[in-house]
């Protein structure tokens, strides 16, 4: 079942946030300051990346949510609301024209060659 949630974001620093209690990561949104487009793919939309921009996105990260960890995106990169809660496991960002893709992908392997390292959160 194909299941994503879009949220409209705002960027000060270039990135989205995610955010748990004790620890805020950052991943580049490709576009830099202004107003963009967050859509995160849940569990059950895994695929995303295959499907629709496989050749037109840019990895930029991944992490982890633990099984007894809270971890929440935010709409505002230097602080703000958290508007979607990630649920445990694997994540991967990529950007594409202006928009960032968080996909849950569980134990899938990055990409290789890939610049950038997992954030546990």
Do not use: Q
């Not at 050749?55 to 099984?67: I, L």
């Not at 990529?94 to 290789?112: A, H, L, M, Q």
């Amino acid at each position: 079942m194909y299941i994503s949630n879009t949220y409209s974001m705002v960027a000060d620093i270039g990135c989205i946030a995610i955010e748990n209690k004790g620890l805020r990561i950052f991943f580049e949104n490709g576009f830099g300051d202004g107003m963009f487009d967050c859509v995160v793919s849940d569990k059950d939309d895994e695929g995303l990346y295959e499907r629709c921009f496989k050749d037109k996105a840019k990895f930029v990260g991944s992490f982890e949510v633990g099984s007894n960890s809270d971890a929440w995106l935010l709409d505002y990169d230097c602080g703000g609301n958290r508007v979607h809660k990630f649920s445990d496991g694997k994540w991967f960002v990529y950007n594409e024209e202006g928009t960032v893709y968080v996909e849950y992908v569980d134990n899938r392997i990055p990409p290789f060659g890939s610049s950038e390292g997992d954030i546990n959160v």
